[in-house]
Nanobody, 127 residues
Framework: QVQLVESGGGLVQPGDSLTLACAASGFTLDDYAIGWFRQAPGKEREAVSCINSAGRTYFADSVKGRFTISSDNSKKLVSLQINDLKPDDTAVYYC?????????????????????WGQGTQVTVSS
């Protein structure tokens, strides 16, 4: 059973950096793409990044240059590094795998093609 657990969120100040972790269990990370998403209060969930099974990375235009995604298959961890945090980055951050064609990142415009969803980790950016 595919299980992903997010961690690493917290309260940070604008300009800080933060690394979120997505721990995988129940499957081999080598075979899967993993996406990172966020949902701010009152807004829809949006995809911010994805890494496919070959290590190719994708980013939403809104986060390019500030977000980095990486995968450590031996540790079964997919990390999302966020630099120069802004108040607009405040959200619950989630990771999830594609529902079909597990090794390929679906379009980042289609978060409905990922799942299931865990509890997420809260990131709050405030001075």
């Amino acid at each position: 059973q595919v299980q992903l657990v997010e961690s690493g969120g917290g309260l940070v100040q604008p300009g800080d950096s933060l690394t979120l972790a997505c721990a995988a269990s129940g499957f081999t990370l080598d075979d899967y793409a993993i996406g990172w998403f966020r949902q701010a209060p009152g807004k829809e969930r949006e995809a911010v990044s994805c890494i496919n099974s070959a290590g190719r990375t994708y980013f939403a235009d809104s986060v390019k240059g500030r977000f980095t995604i990486s995968s450590d298959n031996s540790k079964k961890l997919v990390s999302l590094q966020i630099n120069d945090l802004k108040p607009d980055d405040t959200a619950v951050y989630y990771c999830a795998a594609p529902l079909w064609e597990w090794g390929i990142c679906p379009s980042l415009r289609r978060p409905d093609q990922f799942g299931p969803w865990g509890q997420g980790t809260q990131v709050t950016v405030s001075s």
